[in-house]
T-cell receptor, first 109, second 114 residues
């Protein structure tokens, strides 16, 4: 299973766009890239998933370059309620989701 | 849909006691997962069921831990006897199928073993 590396923490302000980059140099051909969000005292929640290029939903965008060795989660115009831990996961050929340490995002007023 | 339901939400017990955590997956989901989250070790997969059958229990810490899924709408995770190092938040998750399908997590059970 591919290992991921992402920043431990990030700070932002309300209304800004936040980009969290994840490195996954050993990603396999049939692996997907998935991002989860976890608020305190809650279980992780699926945000977005992609395989290549760009995926967008009502919450975020996911940018994946051609070599797929990294990916960037983009949160447009964050609010205080976006303060959470964000996990980048790589897999898909297996049921095993490997959650790393995640990125702790703090949105300030 | 109510989502994944877990009970109890909080459990405080004394060392040596038996603890049973319960989970009701989302209706129609065929895969069920039990996770444990601690500050030191993060989120770890304990066991995975597919169609009520345990497929992978390699994450279960030791024999004190056991899990069952008697039917498609109910699963239990039991710890007997419990120890202070078992203190953690235990999450249950379900997905429509295995592999790339999204996993939906419950609210978790915060277990404290004194």
């Amino acid at each position: 299973l591919a290992k991921t590396t992402q920043p431990i923490s990030m700070d932002s302000y309300e209304g800004q766009e936040v980009n969290i980059t994840c490195s996954h140099n050993n990603i396999a051909t049939n692996d997907y890239i998935t991002w989860y969000q976890q608020f305190p005292s809650q279980g992780p929640r699926f945000i977005i998933q992609g395989y290549k290029t760009k995926v967008t939903n009502e919450v975020a965008s996911l940018f994946i370059p051609a070599d797929r060795k990294s990916s960037t989660l983009s949160l447009p115009r964050v609010s205080l309620s976006d303060t959470a831990v964000y996990y980048c996961l790589v897999g898909g050929s297996s049921y095993k989701l490997i959650f790393g340490s995640g990125t702790r995002l703090l949105v300030r007023p | 849909d109510a989502g994944v339901i877990q009970s109890p939400r909080h459990e405080v017990t004394e060392m040596g006691q038996e603890v049973t955590l319960r989970c009701k997956p989302i209706s129609g989901h065929n895969s069920l997962f039990w996770y444990r989250q601690t500050m030191m070790r993060g989120l770890e997969l304990l066991i995975y069921f597919n169609n009520n059958v345990p497929i992978d229990d390699s994450g279960m810490p030791e024999d004190r831990f056991s899990a069952k899924m008697p039917n498609a709408s109910f699963s239990t995770l039991k710890i007997q006897p419990s120890e202070p190092r078992d203190s953690a938040v235990y999450f249950c998750a379900s997905s429509l199928n295995e592999r790339t399908d999204t996993q939906y997590f419950g609210p978790g059970t915060r277990l404290t073993v004194l």
